[in-house]
């Protein structure tokens, strides 16, 4: 034997003193863990002291009587038949096998279970040597970690409704009826949507024949910009009132949107739509958003209006109303840069295949236009946008009224 | 896209079907049941191997079966897992089936065997139940809080591993230091799927089921099995028409893994006699 240390007298000492108490029988019994060996149908031939003093049996009642099976939980004895078995079966061993043991008072020991399965010298299992080991502070941890985990997979599907429902609050689910009007509109926020996007657009009735239509789109995502979105969704409803020119509406929102000393950016086109005749006349003002595309039935479709200076930067900025008569048959495109900037590799959508698809498209009724113009856009980017994608068709049906 | 092609996949492949013995003699088909894969056959289905085309496969979401290939819906039900028997059979052209069904997958034969009349020979029931949770006049051995306690000590099991082992189970060759894990994983499965098919096996009820069966039937029924108890075996041999029982001295729920010996002459001395009158 080598004795450690030499020239170390006191280190030696404590060795030779250890080696002394050193017994395998104790060891056995008092081993900071249970242990048990049983016949390979799990018939228990012998149990350290350990384990009878966690659980509360005698020898007696367990040696030659119970089986490990038995004094598992009902759960844990399916585990055993189902997994813990048939692996000692077929490679000889498992280990770190979470299972509770039913103690003599009928109460449980979370514990952690090794096994080997020992072979006889004709190849055939022999003995199963089982180490148990008490885990009643590791499982309760481990529930803890399973309730947080759970936790976090509830509170992100929460997430994801709230901002589902935010969306639908600022998304109307669908345009309304206007008595000589045809409206569609198609939204598809960005990835698997759920996140709140920035894009919003509005259609709203000011008074009798007198209408308005909104787009707009505000910088970043989330929370964030949900408040913001909502913010300039109302303000316009509120300005639309009180002001006839739609370059009034947006100047309003320009200082709400300053009053608030964040950078809360925004672009938005405000268009008033009133019935004259068999005609609309539509006054509008875009304050840094796209401009609306106008589609005639003997004209290529092209943008109307001019742009002017971006929401919540300038204390006095730059717009310009102009107005447009819409005749039957005539229609009105309102996006967002996430048609138009949709990317596939390093391609955008762009203006130009939009003008096309509008022209492709001209025979469409405004729902069915909104629906393909957003399909189209998205296969563009092979059915993941980066970005969110708003788009309202407004329609002079040809017949009138 | 690539759902479509999964699920359209040759269930061969889909189902880790592995076919040996005789090419042309009668087929024998074993499904294992819940917890492992096809291993658990190691030491019974070779012996067949000699007079019998040997079919083995495993169960949708088990061992090397595809877990893309796993329809939540589909696997809801025991159905599921007996059109996919179904499947088999058909792509394989088998016919005059012996089919060998452990634990949930007997009743899945069952199932299988109602939905085409004719294709089976004989089913093989070893440790059957038709329904785990005791009820009004019926001993199945369990409460519905046992199986939740089971539910729960899938959970501790899975909780350390399952990250570690989600590249095994997706199948890695090229990262050996898996290799220790892969052999450990017989009876290794993604936990949600563990979860699912434990509802599945444990909370189903096809008591009603087993009067119908007209293929001939042997039940193989251990000693002491917790999961399926004697009466349950007892039960099932009452309720099927044409079935016989026989008690093996083997205990526990796998006597084709603890007493393999014994599992293959009771298989053999039924189709022996069977097969001769």
Not at chain 1, 120 to 142: L, N, Q, S, W
Not at chain 1, 356 to 368: M, N, P, Q
Not at chain 2, 193 to 199: E, P, T, Y
């Amino acid at each position: 034997m080598n004795l450690p240390l030499s020239g170390d007298e006191p280190a030696r000492l404590g060795f030779e003193e250890a080696l002394l108490q050193h017994d395998p029988a104790e060891l056995f019994d008092r081993a900071p863990c249970g242990y048990i060996s049983a016949a390979p149908d799990g018939l228990i031939v012998a149990v350290n002291q350990t384990f009878l003093s966690w659980t509360g049996y005698t020898r007696s009642e367990l040696v030659g009587n119970r089986s490990f099976q038995e004094l598992l939980s009902p759960g844990g004895r399916i585990y055993y038949d189902t997994h813990f078995g048939p692996l000692l079966a077929m490679q000889g061993a498992v280990r770190e096998i979470a299972l509770e043991v039913v103690r003599a008072d009928n109460g449980r020991i979370p514990v952690l279970v090794n096994a080997v399965m020992d072979s006889g010298a004709d190849g055939g299992p022999k003995v199963i040597r089982i180490a148990i080991f008490d885990a009643t502070e590791r499982r309760a941890y481990e529930h803890e970690l399973l309730r947080a985990k759970d936790a976090a997979e509830s509170a992100e599907q929460r997430a994801v409704g709230l901002a589902r429902t935010l969306q639908e609050t600022l998304i109307p689910p669908r345009p309304p009826d206007i008595p000589g009007l045809d409206i569609g509109a198609g939204y598809r926020p960005s990835g698997n949507g759920d996140e709140v996007g920035g894009d919003f657009y509005d259609v709203f009735e000011i008074a009798d024949g007198d209408w308005a239509a909104v787009i707009g789109d505000v910088a970043g995502k989330g929370v964030e910009a949900a408040v913001v979105t909502a913010l300039a969704r109302y303000t316009l409803r509120a300005a639309a009132v009180r002001t006839t020119l739609p370059s009034n509406a947006l100047i309003t929102l320009n200082e709400v949107l300053r009053a608030e000393h964040s950078e809360r950016l925004c672009t938005a086109a405000f268009l008033r739509l009133r019935w004259h005749g068999p005609d609309w006349v539509v006054d509008m003002a875009s304050a840094g958003h796209l401009l609306p595309l106008l589609t005639r039935p003997t004209e290529a479709p092209r943008p109307v209006g001019r742009t002017g200076s971006l929401l919540g930067v300038l204390r006095h900025p730059s717009l310009t109303d102009s107005s447009v008569r819409l005749e039957p048959g005539d229609s009105l495109l309102l996006y967002t840069d996430g048609v138009t900037e949709a990317r596939n590799g390093g391609e955008f959508y762009g203006e130009d295949r939009l003008l096309s698809a509008l022209e492709r498209h001209r025979s469409l009724a405004a729902g069915d236009l909104a629906t393909e113009l957003v399909t189209e856009v998205v296969d563009f980017q092979a059915g993941l946008p980066r970005d969110d994608i708003a788009v309202v068709v407004i329609q002079v049906p040809a017949s009138g009224p | 896209m690539a759902q479509q092609y999964i699920y359209e996949m040759d269930v061969l492949r889909r189902l880790n079907v592995r076919v040996s013995g005789a090419p042309k003699a009668q087929p024998i088909v074993f499904a294992h049941g819940f917890g492992c894969d096809q291993n658990m056959w190691r030491f019974v289905a070779p012996h067949f191997e000699q007079s019998y085309k040997v079919v083995l496969f495993d169960l949708a979401g088990a061992g090397a079966a595809d877990p893309a290939a796993y329809e939540p819906d589909k696997y809801s039900r025991l159905d599921g897992y007996a059109d996919d028997i179904l499947e088999i059979c058909a792509r394989l052209e088998l016919s005059d089936v012996i089919f060998v069904g452990h634990s949930v997958s007997a009743m899945t034969g069952v199932l299988a065997s109602l939905r085409v009349p004719g294709l089976f020979a004989h089913l093989v029931l070893i440790g059957p139940s038709p329904c785990y949770i005791n009820g009004e006049g019926y001993f199945g051995g369990f409460d519905e809080s046992d199986i939740a306690e089971l539910l729960d000590s899938l959970d501790s099991n899975y909780l350390g591993w399952s990250a570690a082992m989600a590249p095994a189970i997706m199948g890695n060759p090229d990262r050996p230091q898996l290799g220790q894990e892969l052999t450990e994983s017989f009876c290794r499965t993604d936990p949600e799927i563990a979860r699912r098919f434990a509802r599945v096996t444990f909370l189903s009820d096809n008591r009603g089921d087993l009067s119908k069966v007209s293929t001939p039937t042997l039940i193989l029924q251990c000693r002491n099995d917790a999961i399926a108890p004697v009466q349950v075996g007892q039960y099932v041999q009452q309720a099927i028409p044409n079935s016989s029982l026989t008690l093996l001295d083997a205990t526990g729920h796998c006597p084709h893994l603890s007493s393999p010996e014994e599992t293959i002459e009771a298989i053999d001395a039924y189709l022996t006699a069977h097969t001769q009158s």
